[in-house]
């Protein structure tokens, strides 16, 4: 259901992108850079004001897989990407300030939802201190990007850390088939005995899902970003 959103966000966006940069048209660009904000808060009050009375199942599809209550985390990715190649001043003194403050609060809040998520407050996409996490996460990869000397940048540079990025995508997209078929099968083999299912399964799918996600790497993602270089040199 992600990747369904994805393609439809990204048949509109490069329209929009293409409009908004068109010579001349600052008055545009201004309405998308507004718009994009309008997104990017509009969208997690709209989601909070949701309520289960809509029905068990029914809620949960609808908050998880409906096109419209879901782009603001790709529209947010989008304006710190924009922020971060058209802002002239990318070292001002008080950005420069300003951004590790702001991303660190923003790696707290992160820990903090890791921890607390099974309480009411941080609950996953309803709560308020889940949407201003993601908000304030956008602070933080905007500070790794513009800051690669700082510390947990220099962490993630790591030879380790880049492996796992790169095929991070790849680990987002099979892990929970992957999971949930191999929990199927122990959830049979130890019958009522639920822990126990759950402690076999998780060292299982985690290396299973790691050997998929290369295989999707170097057989899937790594053919692909050859033909966007191709077709990137031709725009040329």
Not at 1 to 26: C, D, H, N, R
Not at 146 to 157: C, E, G, M, N, V
Request: aromatic share 16%; charged share 15%.
């Amino acid at each position: 259901w992600t990747l369904s959103l994805e393609e439809q966000f990204y048949f509109v966006w490069p329209l929009l992108l293409i409009a908004a940069m068109k010579a001349g048209k600052a008055r545009r660009m201004n309405a998308l850079l507004v718009g994009m904000f309008a997104v990017v808060i509009i969208m997690p009050v709209l989601r909070m004001t949701l309520t289960p009375e809509l029905g068990g199942k029914t809620f949960e599809s609808f908050l998880f897989g409906f096109s419209i209550l879901r782009p603001d985390s790709l529209v947010l990715g989008c304006l710190v990407a924009m922020i971060f190649r058209l802002d002239p001043a990318k070292n001002s003194a008080a950005l420069q300030r300003f951004l590790p403050i702001g991303g660190n609060i923003a790696l707290v809040m992160f820990a903090m939802t890791l921890c607390l998520g099974g309480f009411t407050p941080f609950a996953p996409f309803v709560s308020l201190f889940y949407n201003l996490t993601v908000i304030a996460m956008a602070l933080w990869i905007l500070d790794l990007v513009r800051r690669p000397q700082a510390k947990f940048a220099s962490l993630l540079a790591l030879p380790i850390c880049r492996w796992f990025g790169k095929r991070s995508y790849g680990i987002y997209i099979w892990h929970l088939l992957i999971y949930f078929v191999i929990l199927s099968f122990f959830e049979n083999v130890f019958v009522g005995r639920p822990k126990m299912a759950l402690l076999v399964t998780f060292p299982i799918a985690f290396a299973v899902t790691i050997g998929v996600s290369v295989l999707s790497w170097n057989y899937v993602e790594t053919p692909a970003l050859k033909y966007k270089e191709r077709f990137a040199r031709i725009s040329k």
